[in-house]
């Protein structure tokens, strides 16, 4: 790696290398003119076998539901989201990778939950 002098140590290694591989992933994309989100599915599905097939089934679903309203949000929502509640980061870790300070990534990720209990239909008032 011919960036690792640019690492200042004011974040973990964690986040400045999610951080170089967002940006690489968003200069590809950006190049090919193909911006879009990618679902984590298989990254982040969890099949409990213990389920009788018609619940499988149902919870299948759900989840198809839940990752097609999540691309339907706005990107910065979705990124917060996928960073926060998918992925797990911290929200100072996630403001570290999105380059944002962490107002920016706490409303982000309420506005995109908001967002995303509309879409799905469980927030009418939102």
Request: proline share 2%; glycine share 6%.
């Amino acid at each position: 790696m011919n960036n690792f002098s640019s690492f200042r140590g004011d974040a973990s290694e964690k986040t400045w290398l999610m951080k170089i591989a967002r940006n690489i992933v968003y200069d590809h994309f950006r190049r090919k003119k193909v911006l879009k989100f990618i679902p984590f599915l298989q990254e982040h599905e969890q099949i409990d076998y213990t389920y009788a097939p018609e619940k499988w089934l149902e919870s299948k679903d759900s989840q198809h539901q839940l990752y097609k309203a999540l691309g339907q949000l706005p990107h910065q929502y979705r990124e917060a989201i996928v960073l926060r509640k998918i992925e797990g980061f911290s929200i100072k870790e996630s403001a570290e990778i999105l380059g944002w300070n962490e107002a920016k990534v706490r409303n982000a990720t309420e506005r995109g939950i908001k967002k995303l209990q509309q879409l799905l239909g469980g927030d009418e008032d939102a």
